[in-house]
Protein backbone atom coordinates (compact mmCIF):
# COMPACT_ATOMS: atom_id res chain seq x y z
CA UNK A 1 0.00 0.00 0.00
CA UNK A 2 1.57 3.03 -0.88
CA UNK A 3 2.47 5.99 1.53
CA UNK A 4 -0.32 8.08 0.27
CA UNK A 5 -3.28 5.61 1.33
CA UNK A 6 -1.50 4.72 4.03
CA UNK A 7 -2.13 8.40 5.81
CA UNK A 8 -5.51 8.66 4.33
CA UNK A 9 -6.77 5.34 5.39
CA UNK A 10 -9.72 7.23 6.42
CA UNK A 11 -12.95 5.41 5.46
CA UNK A 12 -15.35 7.16 2.18
CA UNK A 13 -18.70 7.78 3.92
CA UNK A 14 -21.68 9.62 2.31
CA UNK A 15 -20.61 12.33 4.63
CA UNK A 16 -17.24 12.32 3.31
CA UNK A 17 -18.51 12.53 -0.12
CA UNK A 18 -20.58 15.66 0.08
CA UNK A 19 -17.63 17.61 1.78
CA UNK A 20 -15.63 16.60 -1.10
CA UNK A 21 -18.11 17.98 -3.25
CA UNK A 22 -18.12 21.18 -1.13
CA UNK A 23 -14.84 21.34 -1.15
CA UNK A 24 -14.69 20.97 -5.07
CA UNK A 25 -12.56 17.81 -4.58
CA UNK A 26 -12.84 15.52 -7.87
CA UNK A 27 -14.58 12.11 -6.84
CA UNK A 28 -12.73 8.91 -8.07
CA UNK A 29 -14.98 5.79 -8.59
CA UNK A 30 -14.08 2.42 -10.28
CA UNK A 31 -16.22 -0.53 -11.28
CA UNK A 32 -15.43 -3.72 -9.53
CA UNK A 33 -17.35 -7.29 -9.03
CA UNK A 34 -14.49 -9.45 -7.14
CA UNK A 35 -12.35 -8.99 -4.15
CA UNK A 36 -8.99 -8.90 -6.21
CA UNK A 37 -10.14 -5.44 -8.31
CA UNK A 38 -11.32 -4.19 -5.54
CA UNK A 39 -8.53 -4.09 -3.55
CA UNK A 40 -6.78 -2.90 -6.53
CA UNK A 41 -9.12 -0.16 -6.29
CA UNK A 42 -8.93 0.62 -2.92
CA UNK A 43 -5.28 0.37 -2.65
CA UNK A 44 -5.03 2.27 -5.41
CA UNK A 45 -6.79 5.10 -3.72
CA UNK A 46 -10.44 5.43 -5.47
CA UNK A 47 -13.18 6.81 -3.10
CA UNK A 48 -15.79 4.43 -4.83
CA UNK A 49 -16.42 1.07 -6.23
CA UNK A 50 -19.91 0.64 -8.26
CA UNK A 51 -20.69 -3.02 -8.16
CA UNK A 52 -22.48 -2.04 -11.41
CA UNK A 53 -25.12 -4.34 -13.37
CA UNK A 54 -22.53 -3.92 -15.94
CA UNK A 55 -21.11 -7.23 -14.45
CA UNK A 56 -24.21 -8.54 -16.90
CA UNK A 57 -21.98 -7.65 -19.97
CA UNK A 58 -18.23 -7.85 -18.26
CA UNK A 59 -18.57 -10.80 -16.23
CA UNK A 60 -21.64 -12.18 -17.59
CA UNK A 61 -21.03 -11.94 -21.10
CA UNK A 62 -24.29 -10.50 -22.16
CA UNK A 63 -25.48 -8.05 -24.61
CA UNK A 64 -26.90 -5.81 -21.57
CA UNK A 65 -27.85 -5.89 -18.10
CA UNK A 66 -31.51 -6.66 -18.39
CA UNK A 67 -30.77 -10.00 -17.55
CA UNK A 68 -28.59 -9.02 -13.81
CA UNK A 69 -30.24 -10.57 -11.00
CA UNK A 70 -30.54 -9.04 -7.16
CA UNK A 71 -28.62 -12.32 -6.47
CA UNK A 72 -26.19 -11.76 -8.74
CA UNK A 73 -25.17 -7.90 -7.77
CA UNK A 74 -25.82 -9.22 -4.08
CA UNK A 75 -23.15 -11.85 -4.39
CA UNK A 76 -20.58 -9.50 -6.33
CA UNK A 77 -21.02 -7.50 -3.83
CA UNK A 78 -20.13 -9.71 -1.02
CA UNK A 79 -17.22 -10.14 -2.97
CA UNK A 80 -16.03 -6.90 -3.14
CA UNK A 81 -16.47 -6.14 0.77
CA UNK A 82 -13.93 -8.92 1.21
CA UNK A 83 -11.73 -7.27 -0.27
CA UNK A 84 -11.71 -3.46 0.57
CA UNK A 85 -10.84 -1.31 3.77
CA UNK A 86 -11.05 2.33 2.89
CA UNK A 87 -13.53 2.88 -0.23
CA UNK A 88 -17.32 3.21 -0.28
CA UNK A 89 -19.22 0.63 -1.82
CA UNK A 90 -22.24 1.46 -3.77
CA UNK A 91 -24.25 -1.39 -5.70
CA UNK A 92 -26.43 -1.35 -8.57
CA UNK A 93 -29.99 -1.92 -8.15
CA UNK A 94 -30.33 -4.28 -11.53
CA UNK A 95 -33.15 -4.43 -13.89
CA UNK A 96 -36.50 -5.44 -11.84
CA UNK A 97 -35.57 -5.33 -8.79
CA UNK A 98 -37.56 -1.85 -7.71
CA UNK A 99 -39.49 -0.72 -10.69
CA UNK A 100 -42.16 -3.66 -10.17
CA UNK A 101 -43.26 -2.07 -6.63
CA UNK A 102 -42.10 0.17 -3.79
CA UNK A 103 -41.75 -2.63 -1.44
CA UNK A 104 -39.46 -4.93 -3.32
CA UNK A 105 -37.25 -1.95 -3.98
CA UNK A 106 -37.32 -1.60 -0.44
CA UNK A 107 -36.54 -4.98 0.41
CA UNK A 108 -34.09 -5.63 -2.27
CA UNK A 109 -32.00 -2.02 -1.87
CA UNK A 110 -31.94 -3.95 2.04
CA UNK A 111 -30.07 -6.58 0.90
CA UNK A 112 -27.49 -4.71 -0.74
CA UNK A 113 -26.75 -3.61 2.04
CA UNK A 114 -26.99 -6.59 4.08
CA UNK A 115 -24.55 -7.99 1.23
CA UNK A 116 -21.91 -4.95 2.12
CA UNK A 117 -22.97 -2.01 0.23
CA UNK A 118 -22.75 1.10 2.00
CA UNK A 119 -24.88 2.52 -1.05
CA UNK A 120 -27.45 1.78 -3.91
CA UNK A 121 -27.74 3.29 -7.29
CA UNK A 122 -31.17 3.23 -9.09
CA UNK A 123 -32.03 4.83 -12.52
CA UNK A 124 -34.64 7.35 -12.69
CA UNK A 125 -35.99 10.43 -12.42
CA UNK A 126 -39.29 11.88 -11.14
CA UNK A 127 -40.81 8.40 -11.18
CA UNK A 128 -38.76 6.75 -8.59
CA UNK A 129 -38.75 10.06 -6.03
CA UNK A 130 -40.62 7.99 -3.67
CA UNK A 131 -38.66 5.21 -3.77
CA UNK A 132 -35.54 7.55 -3.19
CA UNK A 133 -37.48 9.57 -0.59
CA UNK A 134 -38.13 6.56 1.17
CA UNK A 135 -34.87 4.36 1.23
CA UNK A 136 -33.13 7.32 2.36
CA UNK A 137 -35.80 7.80 5.25
CA UNK A 138 -35.13 4.61 6.37
CA UNK A 139 -30.87 4.67 6.31
CA UNK A 140 -30.04 3.45 2.22
CA UNK A 141 -28.20 6.10 0.69
CA UNK A 142 -29.30 6.59 -2.99
CA UNK A 143 -27.49 7.89 -6.12
CA UNK A 144 -29.87 8.11 -8.87
CA UNK A 145 -28.50 7.53 -12.56
CA UNK A 146 -29.99 9.95 -15.06
CA UNK A 147 -29.45 10.39 -18.63
CA UNK A 148 -28.50 7.63 -20.87
CA UNK A 149 -30.13 4.76 -18.17
CA UNK A 150 -28.70 1.37 -20.03
CA UNK A 151 -31.77 -0.47 -18.25
CA UNK A 152 -33.97 1.77 -20.52
CA UNK A 153 -31.93 0.54 -23.61
CA UNK A 154 -35.36 -0.31 -25.75
CA UNK A 155 -37.22 2.72 -24.75
CA UNK A 156 -34.01 4.82 -25.92
CA UNK A 157 -33.26 2.43 -29.12
CA UNK A 158 -30.13 1.53 -28.29
CA UNK A 159 -27.23 3.49 -26.34
CA UNK A 160 -27.42 6.92 -27.48
CA UNK A 161 -26.25 10.60 -25.43
CA UNK A 162 -29.60 11.85 -24.31
CA UNK A 163 -30.29 15.49 -23.82
CA UNK A 164 -29.00 16.87 -27.36
CA UNK A 165 -32.22 18.97 -27.29
CA UNK A 166 -33.07 21.68 -24.62
CA UNK A 167 -36.87 19.80 -24.25
CA UNK A 168 -34.41 16.58 -23.61
CA UNK A 169 -31.75 18.33 -21.65
CA UNK A 170 -34.45 20.32 -19.65
CA UNK A 171 -36.03 16.89 -18.67
CA UNK A 172 -32.99 15.50 -17.53
CA UNK A 173 -32.43 18.88 -15.58
CA UNK A 174 -35.38 18.42 -13.61
CA UNK A 175 -34.83 14.67 -12.85
CA UNK A 176 -31.70 15.66 -11.17
CA UNK A 177 -33.22 18.62 -9.16
CA UNK A 178 -36.22 16.06 -8.31
CA UNK A 179 -33.88 13.26 -7.41
CA UNK A 180 -31.61 15.94 -5.02
CA UNK A 181 -34.66 16.83 -3.55
CA UNK A 182 -36.44 13.60 -2.88
CA UNK A 183 -33.21 13.14 -0.74
CA UNK A 184 -30.75 11.54 -3.27
CA UNK A 185 -26.62 11.83 -1.53
CA UNK A 186 -25.82 11.69 -5.50
CA UNK A 187 -26.35 11.86 -9.02
CA UNK A 188 -24.52 9.65 -11.85
CA UNK A 189 -24.84 11.66 -15.26
CA UNK A 190 -24.37 9.16 -18.33
CA UNK A 191 -23.87 10.09 -21.71
CA UNK A 192 -25.14 13.42 -21.72
CA UNK A 193 -23.68 16.52 -23.76
CA UNK A 194 -21.22 18.19 -21.27
CA UNK A 195 -22.78 21.46 -21.59
CA UNK A 196 -26.08 19.90 -19.81
CA UNK A 197 -23.70 17.82 -17.34
CA UNK A 198 -22.40 21.29 -16.16
CA UNK A 199 -25.37 22.82 -15.66
CA UNK A 200 -26.94 20.33 -13.67
CA UNK A 201 -23.25 20.28 -12.01
CA UNK A 202 -24.06 24.20 -11.22
CA UNK A 203 -27.42 23.72 -10.09
CA UNK A 204 -27.50 21.06 -7.54
CA UNK A 205 -25.38 20.84 -4.26
CA UNK A 206 -24.47 16.92 -4.12
CA UNK A 207 -22.26 15.36 -6.25
CA UNK A 208 -22.62 14.34 -9.68
CA UNK A 209 -20.31 11.74 -11.48
CA UNK A 210 -20.10 11.14 -14.69
CA UNK A 211 -19.43 8.99 -17.55
CA UNK A 212 -19.92 10.27 -20.68
CA UNK A 213 -20.60 13.33 -19.43
CA UNK A 214 -17.56 15.51 -19.66
CA UNK A 215 -15.30 17.17 -17.24
CA UNK A 216 -17.28 19.39 -15.66
CA UNK A 217 -19.33 16.85 -13.10
CA UNK A 218 -17.69 16.37 -9.33
CA UNK A 219 -16.73 13.07 -10.30
CA UNK A 220 -15.68 10.15 -12.94
CA UNK A 221 -16.73 6.60 -13.05
CA UNK A 222 -15.45 4.12 -15.93
CA UNK A 223 -15.55 -0.07 -16.05
CA UNK A 224 -12.55 -1.15 -14.55
CA UNK A 225 -11.91 -3.32 -17.53
CA UNK A 226 -12.12 -0.23 -19.80
CA UNK A 227 -9.58 1.63 -17.50
CA UNK A 228 -6.89 -1.47 -17.70
CA UNK A 229 -7.67 -2.09 -21.50
CA UNK A 230 -9.07 -5.36 -21.41
CA UNK A 231 -11.28 -5.34 -24.86
CA UNK A 232 -9.41 -4.04 -27.97
CA UNK A 233 -13.12 -4.18 -29.59
CA UNK A 234 -15.07 -1.67 -27.17
CA UNK A 235 -13.53 1.57 -27.72
CA UNK A 236 -16.30 4.37 -27.19
CA UNK A 237 -15.64 7.88 -27.18
CA UNK A 238 -15.67 8.49 -23.34
CA UNK A 239 -13.26 5.51 -22.47
CA UNK A 240 -9.60 6.26 -22.09
CA UNK A 241 -7.59 3.22 -21.04
CA UNK A 242 -4.17 3.68 -19.47
CA UNK A 243 -2.87 0.12 -19.82
CA UNK A 244 -2.79 -2.70 -22.11
CA UNK A 245 -3.96 -5.85 -19.97
CA UNK A 246 -5.34 -7.32 -23.13
CA UNK A 247 -1.77 -7.60 -24.21
CA UNK A 248 -0.46 -8.16 -21.01
CA UNK A 249 -2.72 -11.33 -20.46
CA UNK A 250 -2.43 -12.60 -23.68
CA UNK A 251 1.46 -12.03 -23.46
CA UNK A 252 1.90 -14.06 -20.11
CA UNK A 253 -0.91 -16.37 -20.98
CA UNK A 254 0.88 -17.79 -24.01
CA UNK A 255 4.12 -17.74 -22.25
CA UNK A 256 2.57 -20.50 -19.66
CA UNK A 257 1.00 -22.37 -22.12
CA UNK A 258 4.35 -22.85 -24.64
CA UNK A 259 6.13 -23.40 -21.51
CA UNK A 260 3.92 -26.43 -20.29
CA UNK A 261 3.78 -27.93 -23.61
CA UNK A 262 7.63 -27.69 -24.03
CA UNK A 263 8.34 -29.10 -20.44
CA UNK A 264 10.39 -25.56 -19.34
CA UNK A 265 7.48 -25.27 -16.77
CA UNK A 266 7.17 -26.39 -13.76
CA UNK A 267 11.34 -26.52 -13.44
CA UNK A 268 13.31 -27.14 -10.85
CA UNK A 269 12.88 -23.82 -9.02
CA UNK A 270 9.25 -24.30 -9.10
CA UNK A 271 9.33 -28.36 -7.51
CA UNK A 272 10.16 -29.77 -4.05
CA UNK A 273 12.94 -32.78 -3.69
CA UNK A 274 12.15 -35.87 -1.30
CA UNK A 275 14.11 -35.28 1.98
CA UNK A 276 16.48 -37.89 1.32
CA UNK A 277 17.87 -38.66 4.72
CA UNK A 278 14.38 -38.68 6.28
CA UNK A 279 13.87 -41.41 2.88
CA UNK A 280 17.04 -43.47 4.09
CA UNK A 281 15.86 -43.38 7.91
CA UNK A 282 12.57 -44.68 7.08
CA UNK A 283 13.93 -47.64 4.67
CA UNK A 284 16.25 -48.55 7.69
CA UNK A 285 13.57 -48.56 10.11
CA UNK A 286 11.81 -51.22 7.74
CA UNK A 287 14.48 -53.00 7.11
O1 LIG B 1 -23.34 -0.61 -14.25
C1 LIG B 1 -22.41 0.20 -14.33
O2 LIG B 1 -21.23 -0.16 -14.32
C2 LIG B 1 -22.75 1.59 -14.47
C3 LIG B 1 -21.63 2.47 -14.94
C4 LIG B 1 -21.48 2.36 -16.40
C5 LIG B 1 -21.79 3.82 -14.46
O3 LIG B 1 -23.84 1.99 -14.25
Known amino acids: MSQHIK ?30 MASLADEAGADMILVGDSLGMVIQGRKDTLGVSIEDVIYHTKCVARGVTRVHIMADMPFLSYQASYEEGVKNAGLLLKAGAESVKIEGGEEMADLVWYLNKIGIPVMAHVGLKPQSIHTMGGYKVQGKTKKDAEIILDDAKIMEEAGAFS ?10 AEQITRSVQIPTIGIGSGPH ?26 ADLHE ?40
Not at 226 to 242: C, E, H, M, Q, T
Open 7 to 36: QAAEKITVPKLLKMRQNGEKITMITAYDAT
Open 187 to 196: LLLEGIPLEV
Open 217 to 242: CSGQVLVCYDILGANPDFKPRFVKGY
Open 248 to 287: VVNRAFSEYIAEVKSGVFPGEEQSVHRDLVAVKAEEKKKS
